[in-house]
């Protein structure tokens, strides 16, 4: 048997529901991240080791001011940490210059957060598209991918408006879009349903899904949205800065 077919064959038995080997996105270890000094300095990473991995949805959750945006940040590089280390798809953040840790980022992790955060002068394909005007992408090409994007997220009819013409739901689209259009690896998600009505904020959560199960890709959503909890693959429990329980809940999602 020549090694192409005997490849195809061992695929073929292997079946299309072969598991893939899951793979560590994102690890940090001992982290500690302080905001203030003397009697008011607060604590808001308490030495947080955590993982998340490729093909999950990462989900933390926990009580108002537990740290979990700031967990985000740090992973995401709006912030850095007071001590401990930040690895992320196998690169020590720390070993990389200025530069390359921010290309690196700008290259491998997309943000969606709460408040959408578009720029009211751009239109919806404008706003999602600027990822890859950063990248060096020519502004028609970029808009006309982005434009692609936001179809797919059911926004065809409204490439050309500026957010103040959108809803709650049409401008978590657009940033959802704006987080997509580069296909980062790791996309991380602060309360992205929580301004957002019941069935808009399902139907976000199933686009996060969809990004997830993707086996080169993970998503992390910090939510505390309970009825989106059952969208979580993994789901960490974290209070006053610290991770207090991660549990599996690999059975899926139900679809209502
Ligand atoms: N920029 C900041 N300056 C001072 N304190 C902050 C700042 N950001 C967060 N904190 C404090 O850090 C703690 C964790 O905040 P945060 O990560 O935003 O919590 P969560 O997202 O879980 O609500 C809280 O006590 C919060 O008040
Ligand atoms: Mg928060």
Request: aromatic share 6%; proline share 4%; with cysteine.
């Amino acid at each position: 048997m020549s090694t192409e077919v005997a490849t195809a064959r061992d695929e073929w038995l292997a079946g299309p529901t072969a598991p893939q080997p899951r793979q560590e996105a994102v690890r940090v270890t001992g982290l500690y991240k302080y905001f203030g000094q003397g009697e008011q300095r607060v604590v808001a990473l308490d030495h947080v080791d955590w993982q998340v991995y490729t093909g999950e949805l990462s989900m933390i959750v926990g009580p108002s001011g537990c740290g979990k945006t700031t967990l985000l940040s740090v992973i995401a590089g709006i912030l850095n940490c007071d001590e401990g280390t930040v690895n992320i798809f196998g690169r020590e953040m720390t070993h990389l210059s200025d530069r390359e840790r921010t290309r690196f980022r700008a290259e491998s992790i997309g943000f969606i957060f709460q408040q959408y955060n578009l720029l009211p002068a751009l239109t919806a394909a404008e706003n999602a598209a600027i990822p890859l005007v950063i990248a060096g992408w020519k502004r028609d090409r970029a808009v006309n991918r982005a434009g692609e994007i936001l179809a797919t997220l059911g926004m065809g009819a409204k490439l050309g408006s500026l957010p103040g013409q959108l809803s709650g739901g049409q401008m978590q689209r657009v940033a959802i879009a704006r987080a997509l259009v580069h296909e980062p690896r790791l996309l991380v998600c602060d309360e992205p349903t929580a301004a957002l009505d019941h069935e808009t904020g399902l139907t976000v959560m199933h686009l996060l899904k969809e990004q997830a199960v993707r086996p080169d890709r993970a998503v992390v959503v910090v939510t505390h949205d309970n009825r989106v909890f059952h969208f979580g693959d993994r789901i960490t429990r974290m209070d006053d800065g610290r991770v207090v329980e991660v549990v599996e809940q690999r059975a899926g999602v139900d679809s209502h």
